[in-house]
């Protein structure tokens, strides 16, 4: 599918709804994907409702594609519902460990991936957000997630009121490997990483933010190691609060 080429992230959207039926249509294209035994072990919260969205932005980091999109997607792994199938059905449900909560992430996250595709067949830009894992607690509460609902991820839906151009990507070789994993030695990183690192735009953001390297761009600005300490040990935390036993 050519689609799946001209995938590029959105982060300006017009004033313009998504009609119910079509929203329901890529929500149920979602519900088409692959998952664990069959379970469908996720849930999505759909926000449209402007003073709602206003309430999750900061959460999002106020980013303001949040408040601009017409439809903000929160997508849940949820072992809720099995589990209450199951306790209903006098079955002894054991779900609420890391094995399940690591299936219930796949299955949100090919759900969510079916959704996106979706959406842009139909004309539609998507951006993902990653800021759902670093406030999953807070996401929790404002959308008032029972136990065993974990938001995973979340996608702002829209009419594109850009077009960017297409983002990078490593080289094919970086990510395949042909049966086993063949690791790789200092010359072939520095091959893999060559072109990311030449583009204009790499050198802008480490001239920008005073570094040496892109890689220094990632460790020390984007995406910091006291940082990912912190959220890790919060998301931790909270997946416990959520039932999980890990």
Not at 28 to 45: D, F, H, I, K
Not at 197 to 204: H, V
Request: aromatic share 8%.
């Amino acid at each position: 599918m050519e689609l799946l080429f001209q995938h590029r992230s959105i982060r300006q959207y017009k004033d313009e709804p998504i009609p119910k039926k079509l929203l329901n249509q890529i929500i149920e294209a979602g519900t088409r994907a692959s998952n664990t035994g069959n379970m469908q072990l996720y849930s999505v919260v759909a926000t449209r409702d402007a003073v709602k969205k206003a309430q999750l932005a900061p959460l999002h980091f106020n980013q303001p594609m949040v408040n601009q999109a017409p439809v903000l997607l929160t997508i849940c792994a949820d072992i809720n519902l099995f589990n209450q199938w199951c306790g209903q059905r006098q079955a002894d449900a054991g779900y609420n460990n890391l094995l399940w909560l690591m299936n219930a992430t796949i299955d949100a996250s090919l759900f969510a991936q079916n959704i996106c595709v979706e959406a842009e067949s139909h004309g539609l830009g998507i951006c993902y957000l990653g800021t759902a894992l670093y406030n999953a607690k807070e996401f929790i509460e404002a959308l008032e997630l029972p136990k065993g609902v974990v938001p995973i991820t979340a996608v702002v839906v829209g009419y594109p009121d850009q077009n960017p151009p297409l983002t990078e990507r490593l080289p094919l070789e970086a990510v395949m490997h042909d049966e086993t994993y063949a690791d790789f030695n200092k010359e072939r990183v520095e091959q893999l990483f060559a072109e990311k690192e030449s583009l204009a735009s790499s050198k802008q953001f480490v001239a920008e933010n005073q570094k040496e390297n892109l890689a220094q761009v990632f460790t020390d600005v984007r995406y910091k190691k006291q940082d990912n300490e912190f959220f890790s040990a919060k998301l931790l935390d909270t997946l416990r609060e959520q039932g999980f036993n890990l």
